[in-house]
């Protein structure tokens, strides 16, 4: 009997915290749509984003309405559709149902999609299908290939390949250089085999080894398309994404600008009841931690992601100076500089409480969250600054887009 099967090969998703930015990225790269993190994350609004429970639970960084999000991708040059469905809808089978077509006739036209919950609560990018569900690629997907000699890890914090390096993960078949570019990505070292293309990713263990994992590639086994959304969460969301026009740069930007504005004020439509974002959201953070009442996990988690995000907030900020040269520039730099200190102060908290080495113990070490509390502080008063600049930059913007 003959297996209808359809794959994209050359679809993957890209290593981030964030992982429907990842998902994203991976579909605009599928389609030759160059864009770079910085201008994804800033030009979605997502990387001025913070979104807060009273607990800090690991729920916050995915809890939120994102429809707002998802059509600012169009500003970076693609279309994506979606269909969306509460298991506890009456119509969810038939959700359940138009996902599934939908899906196979976008990856049989050759068109990326991507969805929530394949395997873990993040977002996955789905690179074909078989008769039974979806293929994807995404968290967990990477398969464990070897181990290197920890003292490697003092050369990748560096972004280098060490001679020393070189030669272990040419032994598994890995070919590296001195010209490799090491980056952090979703708390690993990622790099690139200079042969054959493939993303590769050394993840720190909680033992302190040294995890070498393959590409992230589809997974070796797939979701059954009827189980999709028959989950804890109970949501499901299926998108496929198509090449679109992209707008004037200083458009981009405003728009951008307008809806981070937007979802860090108070009452935001995007943001959940029982969480908040901004500098309340800041707040609800703070307090979780000097009331000892923060989720253990949740807090490891909105570390390494909103530090992620302020990375890349302060990256959108350079590359919005570079492509809206002129008087705005000096806003730009101010925003860019403020942005790296809060990324600084998220990003000790991180280091404070790393995610992938994360233990019922960290939550209680009261040095720990004492210090932790201090990079809060810090990060929030940068962030309200900041905020001022965007919207200072965004009020120059709407004086001068107005006409267009």
Known sequence: MTVSRSVLDRLRWKPMWVSHLGSMKGCLDYLNIPVTEAWLMGATGHAFLLNMDSRATAAGPTAWNNERLMRLASNVGCVIHAVRGWESAPDFHTRQQLAWDHTKRAIDQGLPCYGWELGLPEYYVVCGYNEQGYYYSGIGTADYRAEVDRRHKADLMEGRMSAGLQAELAQFGIAVSTETEVRQRFGCFVFTD???????????????????????????????????????????????????????????????????LDAAEEGSPWIFPGFKSGLAGFDLWIHAVETRTADGLGLAYHAAVWSECRYFAAQFMREARERLPGPLSGLFDEGEALYAHVHHHLQCVAELFPFHQRQPSHISDTDRLEAALR???????????????????YRKLDETTSCL
């Open 375 to 393: 990079h809060l502080r810090e990060a929030k008063q940068y962030e309200d600054r900041a905020l001022e600049t965007l919207r200072s930059i």
């Open 194 to 260: 200079v042969k054959t293309g493939k993303l590769h990713s050394v993840l720190e263990a909680a033992d302190g080894r040294l995890l070498v994992h393959d590409d992230y590639d589809r997974s070796g086994g797939c979701k059954p398309w009827r189980e999709l959304g028959v989950s804890r969460t109970g949501f499901m969301e299926m998108c496929w994404v198509e090449p679109g026009l992209t707008p004037d740069d200083a458009v981009t930007v405003k728009q951008a600008l307008e809806f981070a």
